[in-house]
């Protein structure tokens, strides 16, 4: 292939492709010379370790699916070959039973060896607990004991395809010294755990203990160690746990999974909108629905609030399930924007079920259900709002509309509020475009049927 000469201005770094006695753009006289342009041809060939991207192999990792489909949902798709997960969460919330849980599918499903390691409980009380939530079967083993090296001899040549580890705080290596739980011996447990799963192409989980602010005991490199950190946790004294990732390096981190803890183990919930929803269609003042998103899943959450008369200068503003500073802010939008006094009452806000919002599609429902309870006027049932809110008073498109609306249809709502820049129909659903907060108020409280 020819190229073109170009020549650069030694003084003001103009580039030309004609070469002139005079720099066409500083006016300098015999400043332009040859420019050396940086051969572009695979420089890969001499630089040591550096790949072009697009010529590497991009092909989606395997995936072995637990069975578990609220857990595989989480995982991206399942678990990676070679990849390892930390799952973290209160003592007692179900870990090892959602893990022993996880390995006998396994087991199940693929017919080959899959090991439990368990530096916590006995031979006895696994075994019960196996039998209790039905999943014990005779690819199952049992590693019981603290030393991860005499544990992991046992996966030498491959012969499991999956390996658990409960947990990374109980166990010891012979390489590091110490107590189980320092420092030191996670991390050093934890690689030892990491490097067993690349060599043989096996996934592996390892069980975590948090501290009380919520981290997962160990050192900070134990996250960044592992491809995938998983949360497992429960909301006040319900039997309902809630797995979410923190990181995954094979997924996304915004799905959510959800269990019930039952006599037989952990059953997954599929219908998820249930659980934040008493399906009371009795009309009561300050109450509005909406659908909200958790990842992929479509949620309905029920926002209530309450107006009491004030005594005091400055009103109270009490919020659970929606961060105050939103409250505060879309109180104030509805003072300026709607010619509805707030002043005169404290207001309390709160979102059923322990559910927390943050997803902005909730503001146009919590303003409704600020608004609702100010006039002390039911909002019209069957009805769910679903848009954010400006400052300017103005409403916003949500995303994935179409998601919320057929979970609308699928729980029976017959219309929909949402923003005038909606571009959707739903069959079944009557759609009503907002474009300003004022008017989405007024109309809907006053033509409550
Ligand atoms: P566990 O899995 O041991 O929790 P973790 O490993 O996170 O500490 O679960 C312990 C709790 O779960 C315990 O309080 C009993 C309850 N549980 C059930 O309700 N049903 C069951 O089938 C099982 C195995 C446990
Ligand atoms: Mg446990």
Same mark, same amino acid.
């Not at 009795?282 to 659908?291: D, F, K, N, P, Y």
């Not at 709502?413 to 007024?442: M, Q």
């Given at each position: 292939?020819? !190229? ?7 003084? /003001? ?9 005079? /720099? ?115 690819? *199952? ?137 008493? !399906? ?35 009103? !109270? ?6 961060? *105050? ?48 309870? *100010? ?24 995303? !994935? ?39 989405? *108020? ?8």
């Amino acid at each position: 292939m020819s !190229r073109i000469t170009k020549y650069i201005c030694t003084e /003001c770094g103009h580039v030309t492709t004609t070469k002139t006695g005079k /720099c066409p753009a500083c006016n300098s006289w015999g400043t332009l010379e040859i420019l050396q342009e940086t051969k572009t041809d695979s420089p890969s060939q001499n630089l040591p370790g550096v790949k072009i991207i697009s010529a590497l192999d991009v092909k989606a990792p395997p995936r072995i699916a637990t069975g578990i489909d609220e857990l595989d949902r989480v995982l991206g798709g399942g678990l990676v070959p070679g990849g390892v997960v930390l799952i973290g969460g209160q003592p007692g919330i179900g870990k090892s039973t959602l893990l022993l849980q996880a390995a006998g599918s396994v087991a199940k499903i693929y017919g080959k060896p899959v090991l439990y390691i368990s530096g916590e409980e006995s031979d006895a009380q696994i075994a019960l607990r196996a039998s209790r939530i039905n999943t014990a079967n005779d690819k *199952l083993y049992l590693y019981s004991g603290a030393n991860i090296d005499d544990a992991l001899r046992n996966v030498e040549g491959g012969k499991f395809s999956f390996l658990v580890l409960d947990s990374v705080q109980a166990m010891t290596t012979g390489n590091d010294s110490g107590w189980p739980g320092t420092v030191t011996q996670v991390r050093a447990v934890a690689q030892r755990v990491v490097d067993t799963a690349r060599q043989y192409m096996i996934p592996a989980v390892v069980i975590g203990h948090i501290t009380k602010d919520g981290k997962i005991a160990g050192p900070m490199m134990l996250e960044h160690m592992v491809d995938t950190v998983l949360n497992f946790s429960g909301e006040g004294y319900s039997s309902y746990r809630m797995l979410r990732a923190v990181k995954n390096r094979y997924g996304s981190t915004d799905e959510l999974g959800v269990f019930e803890m039952t006599e037989g183990g952990l059953s997954p919930v599929s219908d998820k909108s249930g659980l934040y929803w008493n !399906r009371d269609d009795s009309a009561v003042a300050g109450v509005a629905m909406t659908i909200a998103l958790e990842g992929s899943t479509p949620l309905a959450a029920e926002i209530q609030t309450l107006a009491t008369r004030t005594i005091f200068p400055y009103p !109270r503003r009490t919020s659970r399930g929606i961060e *105050l500073n939103r409250f505060q802010l879309l109180t104030a939008v509805i003072d300026r924007r709607c010619s509805i006094s707030t002043n005169n009452h404290d207001l309390y806000i709160n979102v059923a079920g322990g559910l927390s919002l943050q997803d902005p599609s909730a503001d146009l429902p919590a303003c409704a259900a600020i608004a609702s309870a *100010l006039k002390n006027v039911p909002l019209a049932a069957g009805t769910c709002w679903l848009g954010e809110v400006g400052l300017a008073g103005e409403v916003r498109p949500v995303t !994935r509309i179409d998601l919320r609306l057929k979970e609308a249809a699928r729980l029976g709502f017959h219309t929909a509020v949402v923003s005038s820049r909606e571009n959707v129909k739903f069959d079944g659903i009557k759609i009503v475009r907002v474009t300003h907060i004022d008017g989405a *108020l007024a109309g809907m409280i006053t033509t409550r049927n």
